[in-house]
């Protein structure tokens, strides 16, 4: 399927690896120009060398922290309009809620609600102006299924989806769609070190951790990143102007609930 959005201009965020590399990938692929960032300079250029030689689009890299203001400023500048946009940042440490401080709430809410509504308030007004924007914010399953030692990614993330649910349907007469993609369990760095961690505390092997994991996967199996990657893209793409406003789960069945 052609998704009939080659030569516009996409800003993923969080994109040098994993989930936000799927994004930036699958983009690439339908025709779509990049300006990616990530905070690590080294790995978010060799991202977009490989990105750019495998497409053939105009790939640029802008290392910056996303959760900052002058960061945004600085991603947004680089893009010469955003017709897309991914928001994604590294979800928030676990923990005993009765340990977090002020200041671990205040770090979670800026990276995982503040700066996707700073960011879409900077673009959206521009995508209604120009009748075309996609909006794709990258969230967490724990959205639906909370998990009790994420209390910073499940209160953070709720406030972000809670927003976009209004948000969501004034931006759709003009074809401006804002939905959010929920990870379950991909093959990323982020999952690999979060299970090396668990495996160390339970006191078991990586390869016994992963399959317990994998017990819990209706699918049988971890997600690909590129998996992901291309739900993104037909989410951004012309034919996908009727969904808004909605929580798609990327997940191979794990979430068990009916709605
Ligand atoms: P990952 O493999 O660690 O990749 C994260 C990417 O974001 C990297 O490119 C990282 O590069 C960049 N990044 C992190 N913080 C940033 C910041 N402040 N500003 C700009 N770039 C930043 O993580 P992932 O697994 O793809 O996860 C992406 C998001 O999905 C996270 O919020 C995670 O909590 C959520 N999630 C993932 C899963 C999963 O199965 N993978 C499941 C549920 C939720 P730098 O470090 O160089 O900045």
Known sequence: MDLGIAGKWALVCGASKGLGYGCALSLAREGVNLVINARTPGPLA??????????????????CDITTQSGRDEALSACPQVDILVTNAGGPPPGDFRKFTRDDWIRALDANMLAPIELIKATVDPMIERRFGRIVNVTSGAVKAPMHILGLSNGARSGLTGFVAGLARTTVSHNVTINNLLPGFHDTDRVRSVIG???????????????????????????????????CAF?????????????LLIDGGAYPGTF
């Open 46 to 63: 060799e991202a977009a060398q490989r990105i750019g030689d495998e497409s053939g689009v105009t790939v640029v890299a802008v290392a």
């Open 235 to 247: 989410l951004c793409s012309a034919q996908a102007g009727w969904i808004t406003g909605q929580n």
């Open 197 to 231: 961690a668990q495996a160390k505390a339970q006191g078991i092997s990586y390869e016994d951790a992963i399959r317990q994991r994998i017990a819990t996967i209706p699918a049988g199996r971890i997600g690909d990143p590129w998996e992901f990657g291309q739900a």
